[in-house]
C-alpha cells in the first residue's frame, strides 16, 4: 500500500523537500493519535483521526528508499510506525547501523521485489506501506502495489517532489474504493484493478 499526503497539483514535497504546506492536516484538529513509534502524535480531526487510527493499526512493515531515510536521518532509528523497516539502498549504511544497532532496519541491496518480499514475511496478514516516491514508482512498475492512499490537500505548489512521475507501465486502472473528508485533507482511497 502507496499512502502520501499530496497537493492538489501532485506534489508531496516542495523543490527543497519542505512539506510545511502540506502536513498542516496532522495538527489542525483535537483527536489525539499517538504514532505506535512513540516519536509523536497527530491532533486532528476526528474524521482523519479514523483513517490514521486504521492505518496505523494495520501496518506491520514499510518499504522506504534510501532517498527518504537520509532525509529523516533514518527517523533517529525508530520509524513513527513502529513496524520493521526495509532500506531500498546501493549501500548499507554501516556507520548508521552501528549507531543505531537495535534498530529495526534492515538494509536491501538486492533491489525494491526482494525488500517487498522480506516486508510481506514479517507483516503476515498486515499491511507494507511503501515510501518514497521513486520506490512507489518502482514498485507500481513491478505490480506490488494493491492499494493506492492520497491525502490530498487543497494547496497548489506548482513545483516540487511529484507523487506519481515517470511510470514505466501505464496506464494503471485504479478504482475508488473510499472517500473520507478530514479538516483542510480530503482522504481518497484507490484499488490497484489492473496494470499493464
Known amino acids: 500500500m502507496a499512502e502520501k499526503t499530496m497537493s492538489l497539483d501532485g506534489f508531496i514535497a516542495d523543490p527543497s523537500d519542505g512539506v510545511a504546506e502540506l502536513f498542516g492536516w496532522y495538527s489542525n484538529g483535537n483527536v489525539e493519535t499517538p504514532a505506535p513509534g512513540g516519536a509523536m502524535t497527530f491532533r486532528t480531526s476526528e474524521a482523519s483521526a479514523r483513517h490514521l487510527r486504521e492505518l496505523l493499526v494495520n501496518a506491520g512493515a514499510v518499504v522506504t528508499g534510501r532517498r527518504l531515510f537520509d532525509h529523516t536521518d533514518g527517523w533517529d532509528g525508530s520509524h513513527p510506525l513502529g513496524v520493521p523497516v526495509f532500506v531500498v539502498t546501493h549501500h548499507v549504511p554501516e556507520d548508521w547501523v552501528s549507531a543505531h544497532p ?6 536491501v541491496t538486492a533491489g525494491v521485489e526482494s525488500a517487498v518480499a522480506q516486508a510481506r514475511a514479517v507483516a503476515g496478514d498486515l499491511t507494507v506501506g511503501v515510501g518514497g516516491a521513486d520506490i512507489v514508482r518502482q ?5 506490488l502495489i494493491d492499494e493506492i492512499v492520497v491525502d490530498l490537500v487543497p494547496v497548489l505548489l506548482g513545483a516540487g517532489i511529484r507523487f506519481f512521475d515517470h511510470l514505466a507501465n501505464t496506464p494503471i486502472e485504479l478504482e475508488a474504493t ?8 480530503t482522504h481518497l482511497y484507490f484499488r490497484v484493478v489492473r496494470t499493464p
Do not use: K, N
Open 102 to 107: 537495535r534498530a529495526p532496519f534492515t538494509f
Open 139 to 143: 514498485c507500481l512498475d513491478a505490480g
Open 178 to 185: 473510499r472517500v473520507i473528508e478530514g479538516r483542510r485533507v
